[in-house]
């Protein structure tokens, strides 16, 4: 009988045998699939994550939706929304027709009225923001950006999102104009003329041109292969051990190159944080920029303990049952 670790052992008369010689490509073989697969562990996480939840509108709305409940996310929104509206409400044609032809005292009403009228749309947005209007509306812009960003990465252009000299910009024109109208239709009637804010007020920057151009590089290759390639890599690394010729050690050695992969997606998300970080910068959504990455990422982050417990877990598994063998083989010999 041969161990699969490359000891010799006894035949079925007890006389030793010789070790089973192993052909030199297999060994070669195994530790270069080990070594791939250990590069493109990572990798292939890192691809299926952003072709299940970037790619994938009903994922990416899955992911984001929610957010519109966060209270730091609504907050932003109900501050930036009620700025802009009473910045650009008329409050002069309630203030003729309370006096009319009568200058002075219209005069005198229109700070009083302008902090009611204040008061009432801030009142009014906050009620909107509660409601289900602006889950509604949030989805939608979310998942017009979605598409449209799919269409920027694949060179094919979009609406919502589109290019402007080298950057990509999301506008959010829209959802300010649901709630201007959802206003409106609550009896706040002198916001009905309030325009949408300037284009370049209303815009969000999502990617320069350097991004982009990494962006397109990055899923141009990830999205043809990201998903099987995962599969790729486990069947390669099961390839490593079934071919070693010491697969005890190989074995040991998977469970390593499953920790390092979970370290790669640590040190992945923090490096991204630190590209990502400054995206809203200037914007309403400025305060929601860390919840923004932590929601998009949290299926990736989650990975990162659970490949270091696997390999972990591969690791110590290995090297019990090598120590249960070696003391049962030892009571077998007595």
Known sequence: MTD?????????????????????????????????????????????????????????????????????????????????????????????????????????????????????????????????????????????????????????????????GEQVILDTGDLFVVVRDALVERGLGFVEGVQPPP?????????????????????AFAQPIARFLVFVVIAMLLAAVALAPRRRSMVTATGVVVMIAGGVIWLALDMGYGAYRGTFAGTALAPAERIFFTALTENLAALVPWLLVLGAAVIAGNIGLNRWRAVAGARTAR
């Open 4 to 164: 699969h670790n490359g000891g010799a052992g006894n035949g079925p008369d007890g006389a030793p045998v010789s070790p089973r010689v192993t052909p030199r490509w297999q060994g070669i073989t195994a530790w270069v699939l080990l070594a791939v697969a250990g590069v493109l562990l990572p990798v292939s996480l890192i691809a299926r994550w952003g072709e299940h939840t970037l790619v994938d509108t009903s994922a990416y709305l899955d992911t984001v939706g929610p957010l519109a409940a966060d209270p730091v996310v609504r907050q932003a929104l109900s501050d930036e929304l009620t700025r802009r509206l009473t910045e650009k409400a008329d409050v002069a044609p309630l203030v003729e027709a309370l006096a009319p032809e009568r200058p002075l005292v219209q005069q005198v009403l229109t700070p009083s009225l302008q902090a009611v009228v204040e008061g009432a749309i801030a009142r009014g947005v906050d009620r909107v923001i509660d409601s289900p209007i602006l889950d509604e509306a949030w989805r939608a812009a979310n998942e017009v950006a979605q598409r449209a960003l799919i269409r920027v990465l694949t060179a094919d252009g979009g609406a919502a999102v589109s290019m402007e």
């Open 199 to 219: 284009v370049v007020d209303r815009q969000i920057v999502l990617l320069e041109s350097e991004q982009l151009a990494t962006a397109r590089t990055v899923y």
